[in-house]
């Protein structure tokens, strides 16, 4: 496999690029990038997927958020087919994803759209059905799927990462356990719900650990700064002050259930100031501060 210069440089500065975006995973980013490294270099298990995961850990700590953005980084954007497991559960929405029944191992027609490279993700694996189990071993062991008309999909030049909250609830009463000891017993938990020809079969399995109030903060930070470039793009220019994250955080802090809460708290205090603005005759631009009730927060000069 020969890499341009670019392409190799890239890929020795992936991990400083994904850590700056997920907080608070640093173990987990290297023990990833090292199998996206091989995988790139086509140095994985020949004839399987150029990697394979299985990301644990509790919920809104960054399982997905990686998968989309190590894929977006090596691969470009809307690589990622994301299916959910637990919405293929009943006999019509099986049939979506694998077509008849009475063709085991075979899936629908709608594959075929996942042509070139990318990555499949397979979130909530422990409620997979058993069909669709059977035909994810074919994928880790032979990179190949056959549609219901015979057609044969390649691959080998797909990641595939399965995501699991198994053990989330569990890692929330071991408030201040050791990552070690946590990552324990999430995976003592996933051997035991999983079927072991899963495990035999993944690349690498990683615990994402849980987010403490600082990792949270930093979250906030760059959550703020993000939507304000995403803003920036449509042509509004918000200037956000250093205590606008006090507002995002008081907000936004959620022990268990992770940065999610902090991303919608950010996007929703953020947009709300923006539309008063809007509503109020502003043109979307100037300084953005904590509003003096402390709970929102405002867009320009003064107050309309
Ligand atoms: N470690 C992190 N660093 C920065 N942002 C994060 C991190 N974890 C989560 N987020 C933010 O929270 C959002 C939700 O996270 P994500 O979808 O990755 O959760 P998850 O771990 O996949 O949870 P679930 O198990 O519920 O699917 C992300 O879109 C991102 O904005
Ligand atoms: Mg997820």
């Known amino acids: 496999m020969t890499l341009t210069n670019d392409q190799r440089d890239r890929l020795q500065t992936l991990p400083a690029r994904l850590k700056a975006i997920i907080t608070g995973q640093d173990r987990v980013i290297d023990q990833v990038v090292e ?13 399987r997927p150029k990697a394979s995961f299985l990301f644990l850990g509790p919920t809104g700590v960054g399982k997905t958020e990686l998968t989309l953005q190590f894929t977006a980084d090596l691969l470009g954007p809307n690589r990622v087919v994301r299916l959910d497991m637990s919405e293929y559960q009943t006999a019509d929405r099986l049939g979506l994803l ?7 191992g075979r899936v629908a027609e709608g594959f075929d759209a996942c042509a070139g490279r990318g990555t499949l993700l397979f979130d ?3 409620k997979a059905h058993p069909r669709v189990l ?21 691959f080998s030049d797909w990641y ?16 201040k356990s050791k990552y070690e ?14 079927r072991p020809e899963i495990f035999a079969r993944i690349t690498l399995t990683v615990v994402f650990a849980k987010l403490d109030y600082d990792a949270q903060c930093t979250i906030a930070r760059g959550l703020i700064d993000r939507e304000c470039v995403a803003l920036a793009g449509r042509g509004f220019a918000l200037a956000p002050s250093g205590s606008v994250s006090d507002v995002v955080i008081q907000r936004g802090y959620h022990e268990r259930l992770g940065a999610r809460p902090m991303r919608d708290a950010a996007e929703l205090l953020i947009r709300n100031a923006l539309a008063r603005d809007l509503l109020c005759g502003g043109a979307g631009v100037g300084p953005l501060r904590p509003h003096p009730d402390g709970n929102q927060l405002e867009l320009g000069l003064a107050h309309r």
């Open 181 to 194: 000891t946590m990552e324990r017993l999430v995976r003592q938990d996933a051997q035991r719900e999983l």
């Open 124 to 126: 909530e694996i422990e």
């Open 98 to 104: 694998l077509g008849s029944a009475n063709e085991p």
């Open 35 to 47: 199998r996206l490294q091989h995988g790139e270099l086509g140095l994985g298990a020949p004839g």
């Open 134 to 154: 059977d035909v994810l071993l074919q994928l880790l062991d032979a990179a190949r799927l056959t549609t219901g008309r015979n057609r044969v999909l390649d």
């Open 160 to 175: 595939v990462v399965l995501t699991s909250n198994i053990g989330g609830p569990r890692l929330m009463t071991l408030r």
